[in-house]
């Protein structure tokens, strides 16, 4: 194929060449042919005039005698020569006098002589005989009576050697030409090779990146070409995702459509740790519950886009009871739309797995929560046997040999690796829905370099915001032996290409219920009097895991500080805590549930006023409708977790709140403080200044809830979640399209 093709392009060259050369010969040949021309009529010319001097001595003798025998045998034997044609004597008179027997009849004395009387050049003429070179040669009028001798030579063989030699410069251009094309082919045919060696590279990603051993570099016939191309690839993706952003409105539909037109319809596999929906044993009857998670709730409403299918742990009491005889079950319930494939795990693997290296060791490495992280060497094998249960699911839902896979969180830092060994071509994007730390911290986990080459499996690893992307990049570049190019975010090892890129998780846009609740003051109401509140009470609301990243205590604190920094607010205010519990069977939450609990009592000893208590601790699982009516009635909501990957809670108040009314004190350790510049963004370590915030929050006038709010719901609206899957699958498109395009032009060779 790559001979062909190499072929193809040098005919491409070889031909024009073959015909510039055949146009030179054609040129070059009557350069020639007069070139040698002159020459030889330079030659006879001094020929001439050496036979003049030489007869002139005799022939002025005999001259004067008139003998005509002898001076004819004079002139008979001067033609011995076989060049000299013919030798003739004019008179001054014009006469022809003597000449030998070859003379040309047609030559006439007086015109001859005249031409050339005073040129030292002969003429040359075409005879009937066939081409001849006339000179003349005076004789001194002393001497010979002022005559001249006519030299005429024969230059047939002047045309003899033209010929000659027209045939020897054709010969010679087509010999030149011949040899041209050959090395032509030969090093277009070397070079082809390289090129496409080299190009097939870049579109696979490597030439986009230093090369990593030096020799090569030098040999690298792409090597001059290697800066531009990176720069062009780079400003063509710059611009399409600019484009992209400019032209795309995200949606379920365009989503839908940029599925079936960029990835020809792929279905979606989907792994997750965490499965959407969780079928409960109540009494003699089977719930449906869907768990408190931010990866649940921005990956559904992209399923329910896509279709496909989702892998996850079946969790739940009645899973087992609800799958087929595949352990598949079709979700949502109430009107299915993809399949979800449920992985059983025995407790023991679940406690090593999740419980043990998932959330003992990787949640509070990658937290920075000041717990601290425990590794055993049981758990890792868990970890190990589970990632590589689910890697053989994801080989058995795959219906084809390049899947595009979206593998979710730090339950799989593996997966992506035992995928790509089972399907090369498969499209990995990893989402890491946590924050990455740097690169003193995560080495302290006794496994790294096994966790980062599995990541390095991935063909798109995504993180929150660049600052996790930085710190990943700089962890791989501390602890593995890869090229890394900073510039395009990518990290290759062993032919295998990873971008590591920033994706911003959001939340489905327009929110599930828009257009079909009731009006904020209603609920408003309701929730108030539902908690045995006031009216005109003011409400504070967190929603989160029971977890000690959430910062549940420094919240606690804020509200307790400015209880007593404003202790009018006192029976005034009420924060109410939802928190759903998490991860109980591990010592680290139960004692963390302890603590809040505690506290919250605590502080209602101190400010409860008349049963209206300042916190209300809801310390169990909501369903999203009701959490959604909790953030339509509160005037603040509080996130102020102490290290988040991006924080969707913060997301979805700003989304529940169409009256453009209600304040958010958000924590600058989350993700979502780089996007909504309009919260009260705070540190949640610093008591006063969140407790300062909160009671700005309350105290907040409605025309700046309005426009902050507006513009928090904007960005809400428009870098919504479709935008976060959909750029993610834009980019594996890209790099799929490119793959395939290597492939092409370079065959498999
Ligand atoms: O934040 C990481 C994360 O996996 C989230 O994506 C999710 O909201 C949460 O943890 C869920 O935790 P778990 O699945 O352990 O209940």
Same mark, same amino acid.
């Given at each position: 194929?790559?001979q ?17 050369l055949g146009?030179?010969?054609y ?9 040698t021309l ?5 030659d ?8 003049g001097r030489?007869?002139h001595e005799?022939?002025a003798?005999?001259?004067?005698e008139?003998n005509s025998?002898r ?11 076989e060049?000299l ?5 004019c008179?001054a008179?014009g ?9 040309p009849?047609s030559l006439?004395?007086?015109s001859i %002589?005249?031409?050339? @009387?005073d @040129?030292?050049?002969g003429t040359?003429?075409?005879?009937p ?8 040669y005076?004789?001194v009028?002393?001497? !010979?009576?002022g ?6 030579h024969?230059?047939?063989f002047?045309e003899?050697?033209s ?8 010969i010679?251009?087509?010999v030149?030409?011949i040899?041209v =094309? *050959?090395?032509t %082919?030969f ?8 090129w496409?060696e080299?190009v097939?590279?870049m579109?696979?990603?490597?030439? &986009?990146?230093?090369p990593?051993s030096?020799q090569?570099?030098?040999n =690298? ?9 990176? #720069?062009l690839?780079?400003?063509?993706d710059a611009?399409?995702?600019f484009?992209d952003?400019a ?6 539909e365009?989503l ?5 037109k960029?990835l020809v !319809?792929?279905r979606i596999?989907?792994?997750s740790?965490? $499965?959407?929906y969780?079928h ?9 519950n869907?768990?408190?998670s931010?990866l649940? /709730?921005a990956?559904?409403p %992209?399923?329910r886009?896509?279709?496909?299918t989702w892998i996850?742990?079946?969790s ?5 009871e609800t799958v087929?005889?595949h352990?598949?079950v079709?979700?949502?319930p109430?009107?299915?739309e993809y399949?979800?494939?449920?992985i059983?795990?025995?407790k023991?693997?679940e406690q090593?797995y999740?419980?043990g290296?998932?959330n003992?060791g990787l949640?509070?490495?990658c937290h &920075? ?6 590794f055993?060497? =049981?758990?890792w094998?868990?970890?190990?046997? &589970?990632?590589?249960?689910f ?6 839902e ?7 896979v979206? %593998?979710?969180?730090y339950?799989f830092?593996?997966?992506? !690796?035992m ?11 990893t989402?890491?829905h946590?924050?990455w ?11 790294r370099e096994?966790? *980062?080459?599995?990541?390095l499996?991935s063909?798109?690893?995504g993180?929150?915001t660049p600052y ?5 990049? $700089?962890t791989v570049?501390?602890y593995?032996e ?13 032919g295998q290409?990873?971008m590591?890129e ?9 929110p599930p219920?828009?257009?079909a ?5 209603? /609920?408003?109401?309701e929730?108030?009097?539902g908690?045995?509140l006031p009216p ?10 029971m977890?000690?990243t ?5 919240r606690?604190?804020a509200?307790e500080?400015?209880l007593e920094?404003h ?5 005034r205010f ?5 928190? #759903?519990p998490t991860?109980?069977?591990?010592e680290?939450y139960r004692a963390? +549930? ?5 506290? =919250? +009592?605590?502080?209602n000893d ?9 916190i209300?601790?809801k310390a169990?699982?909501?369903e999203p ?7 339509r009635a509160a ?10 990957g991006?924080n969707?809670?913060?997301?979805e108040y700003v989304?529940?709140?169409?009256? $453009?009314?209600g304040a958010?004190v958000?924590?600058?350790?989350t993700?979502?403080a780089? +996007? *909504?510049h309009?919260?009260?963004?705070v ?5 006063e200044q969140t407790?300062?915030?909160?009671y700005r929050? *309350?105290t907040m006038p409605d025309y700046?809830?309005q426009e902050?709010?507006r ?12 935008r976060?899957?959909g ?5 594996a ?6 793959? @395939? ?6 065959? $498999?060779s």
């Open positions: 194929m790559v062909f093709r190499s072929l193809r392009l040098s005919l491409r060259f070889v031909i024009p060449l073959v015909i510039a146009i030179l010969a040129g070059v040949v009557p350069l020639v042919d007069n070139l002159r020459w030889f009529v330079r006879i010319d001094i020929r001439s005039q050496l036979i030489t007869l005799p022939l003798q005999l001259l004067p008139g025998s001076i004819n045998a004079l002139l008979l034997r001067a033609t011995q020569d060049r044609l013919a030798l003739g004597y008179d008179g006469t022809l006098r003597y000449r030998t027997p070859a003379f009849k006439d004395c007086s %002589v005249f031409k050339n @009387k @040129k030292d050049e040359l003429l075409r005879l005989q066939g081409a001849v070179h006339v000179s003349v005076p004789m009028a002393e001497e !010979g009576a005559g001249s001798l006519i030299l005429v024969d230059m047939s002047v003899r050697r010929a000659d030699t027209r045939k020897y410069v054709i010679f251009f087509v030149l030409g040899v =094309s *050959l090395i %082919v090093v277009a045919h070397l070079s082809w090779r390289g496409m080299g097939r590279a579109l696979r990603g490597e030439g &986009i990146l230093r990593f030096p090569k570099a030098q =690298s016939e792409l090597q001059p070409l290697v800066g531009d191309l990176r #720069a690839l780079r400003t063509l611009e399409r995702r484009a952003d032209t795309i409105t995200w949606s379920p365009s839908r459509t940029l599925l079936h960029q !319809g792929e596999l989907v792994v740790n965490r $499965e959407p969780l409960i044993k109540k009494d003699d009857h089977i719930e449906v869907r768990p408190a931010g649940v /709730t990956v559904e %992209v399923m886009a896509c279709s496909g996850a742990h079946g739940g009491s009645a899973d087992r087929d005889r352990d598949r079709r979700v949502p109430q009107k299915p399949n979800l494939r449920r059983w795990l025995t023991e693997e090593g999740y419980y290296f998932a003992e949640w509070p490495l &920075i929560a000041h717990v601290r992280p425990v055993r060497t =049981s758990d094998e868990q970890y190990v046997k &589970i990632n590589q249960r890697a053989d699911a994801v080989v058995a795959a219906d084809n040999d390049d899947p595009v979206l %593998v979710q969180d339950h830092a593996l997966l992506p !690796g995928i790509r060994r089972a399907l090369p071509k498969a499209t990995i994007i989402f890491w946590i924050p730390p740097n690169p003193e911290s995560f080495g302290i986990c006794p496994w096994e966790l *980062l080459k599995g990541m499996g063909t798109i690893l993180f929150h996790h992307c930085k710190n990943f990049l $700089e570049d501390r593995l890869t090229r890394i190019e900073h510039e395009s975010s990518t990290i290759s090892r062993r290409l990873t590591v920033s994706y911003p998780i959001s939340i489905q846009w327009p219920w828009e257009g609740l009731p009006p904020v003051a209603t /609920t408003r109401a929730i108030l009097q908690l045995g005109e009470h003011l409400l504070g609301v967190g929603v989160d895991r977890d000690y959430k910062g549940i205590l420094e606690f604190a509200v500080r400015m920094l202790p009018e607010l006192a029976g009420t924060f109410v805590q939802i928190a #759903a991860r109980s069977a591990l680290e963390f +549930e302890d603590r809040v609990h505690g506290m =919250s +009592e605590r502080i101190r400010f409860s006023r008349d049963g209206r208590p300042a209300i601790l169990q699982h909501h409708e009701e959490v959604n009516r909790y953030y005037d603040v909501c509080m996130v102020t977790s102490l290290h988040d991006m969707l809670v913060a997301k989304a529940a709140r169409d009256d $453009e009314r958010l958000l924590s600058q350790f993700g979502a780089h +996007e *909504l309009e919260a009260l963004i540190n949640p370590y610093h008591v407790a300062e915030a909160l929050a *309350l700046e809830q902050r709010m513009s928090m719901r904007a960005l809400v609206r428009d870098f919504n979640v479709y976060w899957a750029r993610m699958l834009l980019d498109a890209r790099v799929r399209q490119r793959q @395939k395009l290597a492939a092409r032009i370079g065959g $498999e």
